[in-house]
């Protein structure tokens, strides 16, 4: 055999192991645009986990906060979404432009989260500047939200929804089981306003990769359909749409009902120690892992709209659980663990079914204004929800409040099974088999 031979077949063997390894690449993540819009969201997922406990820790650690006072925090969080929805949604709309927002929404989110540790520095940080960047970094998230939806369906082809929903939503599991830790290892080692520097440079990673891509994107809407409320509308005469929104605000107040007592009870009732506890919530992340990797099977089999409402219960009967638990300890930590996994599992298949269904269902040109409207229904139900909860939680005890709450999510699946979302399939196309109200009619 000649060199130039052995050459080529070392060249040969040498390939083989790179095939086989591209081949286990999603085939997604080959398109170069599409992976650094993943990459995009993957970092900025990881960062916001880092600062669900950071940004806590630095008002109660170093700002001292009261309850009330980390009540308000929660709330400025989510209030943007109620109050600058339906209007983000118009404007972006009527702007065009979707990636130079995202990008310009995360640079002012790096602004604004850089600014706790440089004051931390000076000594000059407040509960005030706090919560001012807690509800501004709101703002420009609902910017950039509504923005992504249309980003997302320019750069995945509609045959690939459930894929490229997938492999985002996989990354948000992983973000809950990795982020969170990380998180409270840099606070533990830097002080939590240092750790929140963490979730800043994230947000510039993520502009970085969002810089690197240039999709054809649906034009400005400069005609009459530009209105703040033709979001609204559309979901009014959607009945895919109008379904799920009634469906997951009802799931989500009771939810965030639930939420607001959860630690609390389980802390103080069940006495679960609060090292313990952060592993039951490790259970959650490992469910959505598995709900990530599973719903195309299952979407596959039963469509795309009984597996959204298989989320959806998945999601939330688990819930029942934690209420139910009592007797030897060991039974006890195995409830809590089952509810959490559980839950994880459905939530995962719920985001990642609705997620492309609605791809498929809303035209690009009003995508923005729909999310918007979305959002402000969707998201403006959790502080009501929290709210409430504490105070059927102070009312009639914790117990009793959690039964209603875990009941209560459960019933919101109640509101879809009429609609014709259950069922939703996608055509081979990866089109939409139903019909759905056109924009302008």
């Not at 070392?10 to 591209?22: D, E, F, K, Y």
């Not at 997938?166 to 969170?180: D, E, K, M, N, Q």
């Not at 719903?295 to 999601?315: D, E, M, P």
Request: aromatic share 8%.
């Amino acid at each position: 055999m000649t060199a130039t031979q052995q050459r080529a077949e070392a060249a040969g063997q040498a390939a083989g192991p790179r095939r086989r390894l591209a081949h286990r690449v999603p085939p997604l993540l080959r398109d170069l645009p599409f992976r650094r819009y993943w990459t995009a969201a993957t970092i900025s997922m990881f960062g916001d986990q880092i600062s669900s406990v950071a940004l806590p820790l630095t008002a109660v650690l170093v700002l001292r906060a009261t309850a009330a006072q980390m009540g308000y925090l929660t709330a400025l969080v989510w209030l943007p979404s109620l109050l600058f929805g339906l209007h983000a949604g118009a404007w972006v709309d009527r702007r065009g432009r979707r990636r130079a927002t995202m990008i310009a929404a995360d640079i002012g989110r790096f602004a604004l989260l850089a600014s706790l540790p440089l004051c931390a520095v000076l000594h000059v940080l407040t509960l005030g500047q706090l919560l001012a960047v807690a509800f501004c970094a709101g703002l420009l998230s609902v910017l950039f939200n509504v923005s992504n939806a249309t980003m997302f369906v320019t750069l995945v082809q509609p045959e690939q929804y459930v894929d490229g929903n997938s492999l985002i939503y996989t990354s948000r599991a992983l973000s809950f089981v990795g982020g969170p830790s990380v998180g409270g290892l840099l606070v533990s080692l830097l002080t939590a306003p240092f750790a929140v520097a963490a979730d800043a440079l994230s947000f510039l990673g993520s502009a970085f990769f969002l810089s690197r891509i240039h999709p054809a994107e649906p034009s400005a809407d400069s005609g009459g359909r530009g209105s703040v409320t033709a979001g609204a509308r559309f979901i009014a005469r959607s009945p895919i749409v109008r379904a799920s929104l009634l469906g997951v605000a009802t799931v989500n107040f009771f939810n965030l009902m639930f939420s607001a007592l959860y630690l609390l009870y389980v802390v103080r009732d069940l006495h679960v120690r609060p090292a313990v506890v952060g592993l039951v919530l490790g259970a959650a992340a490992v469910g959505g892992v598995l709900g990530s990797v599973v719903t195309k099977r299952i979407a596959s089999v039963i469509g795309l709209g009984w597996a959204y409402l298989l989320g959806c219960l998945v999601f939330t009967a688990p819930l029942l659980l934690v209420p139910l638990a009592g007797g030897p300890h060991p039974l006890v930590l195995l409830m809590l663990f089952a509810a959490e996994f559980g839950s994880g599992f459905g939530v995962m298949v719920l985001d990642i079914s609705i997620g492309s269904i609605f791809a498929a269902v809303i035209p690009g040109e009003l995508r923005a204004r729909v999310s918007g409207a979305f959002q402000a229904v969707n998201y403006g139900s959790r502080p009501a929800g929290a709210l409430i909860g504490g105070v059927l939680g102070t009312v009639i005890g914790l117990r009793p409040a959690l039964w209603i709450a875990a009941g209560g999510a459960v019933l919101g699946v109640l509101w879809m099974l009429p609609s014709p979302l259950p069922r939703f399939r996608l055509a081979a196309d990866g089109k939409p088999p139903v019909a759905e109200p056109q924009p302008g009619r």
